[in-house]
T-cell receptor
Framework: AQTVTQSQPEMSVQEAETVTLSCTYDTSESDYYLFWYKQPPSRQMILVIRQEAYKQQNATENRFSVNFQKAAKSFSLKISDSQLGDAAMYFCAYRSALLKTSGSRLTFGEGTQLTVNP | DAGVTQSPTHLIKTRGQQVTLRCSPKSGHDTVSWYQQALGQGPQFIFQ???????QRGNFPDRFSGHQFPNYSSELNVNALLLGDSALYLCASSLLEDYYNEQFFGPGTRLTVL
């Protein structure tokens, strides 16, 4: 079974600065997807960024980028130029690429609460 | 285009009762997954429905059951409620044939068991 671990329950950052959230995972599969989701107080889970394991290039979406280290099973999220609206709970998630056996179920970490200070 | 909708928003039940939660998927989606999110924790996968059948199931007891209707909407039923069932229940929909099979989440139903 796959596991996802987020070792930082809480992080804080000053507005306009950069913050990195950590995530490690464990799997015996070679092909999979990794995601970062944001959950604001409204509770709606929103996809921030995705990474395909077979792609060596790190994914980037505007101010959000990842550092994907497949051998180390590490997947960190960097938020640049932090904004007040980035304050939320962030979840790292894993999904197998084997849809027939695992479906599209997501395995989530425990989350990191990000506070952005003005 | 309406996203994933869930009803009700909040629900209060007592131990031993039964509850039904509802989910309407995003337009065009054919797969619905349910997750339980306890306070301060990450969501845990309950089960997934596709073509009106349960395709995948997480580590949840048989008290948790579901259904998917021909219009792809879904229900989650929980029998014999326990205090520990208090949580946010999230529904997510996706399109099986989509390359990324990206899951879109609803706002959730907050269940409180007294």
């Amino acid at each position: 079974a796959q596991t996802v671990t987020q070792s930082q329950p809480e992080m804080s950052v000053q507005e306009a600065e950069t913050v990195t959230l950590s995530c490690t995972y464990d799997t015996s599969e070679s092909d999979y997807y990794l995601f970062w989701y944001k959950q604001p107080p409204s509770r709606q889970m929103i996809l921030v960024i995705r990474q395909e394991a077979y792609k060596q290039q790190n994914a980037t979406e505007n101010r959000f980028s990842v550092n994907f280290q497949k051998a180390a099973k590490s997947f960190s999220l960097k938020i640049s130029d932090s904004q007040l609206g980035d304050a939320a709970m962030y979840f790292c998630a894993y999904r197998s690429a084997l849809l027939k056996t695992s479906g599209s179920r997501l395995t989530f970490g425990e989350g990191t609460q990000l506070t952005v200070n003005p | 285009d309406a996203g994933v909708t869930q009803s009700p928003t909040h629900l209060i039940k007592t131990r031993g009762q039964q509850v039904t939660l509802r989910c309407s998927p995003k337009s065009g989606h054919d797969t619905v997954s349910w997750y339980q999110q306890a306070l301060g924790q990450g969501p845990q996968f309950i089960f997934q429905y596709y073509e009106e059948e349960e395709r995948q199931r997480g580590n949840f007891p048989d008290r948790f059951s579901g259904h998917q209707f021909p219009n792809y909407s879904s229900e989650l039923n929980v029998n014999a409620l326990l205090l520990g069932d208090s949580a946010l229940y999230l529904c997510a929909s996706s399109l099986l044939e989509d390359y990324y099979n990206e899951q879109f989440f609803g706002p959730g139903t907050r269940l409180t068991v007294l």
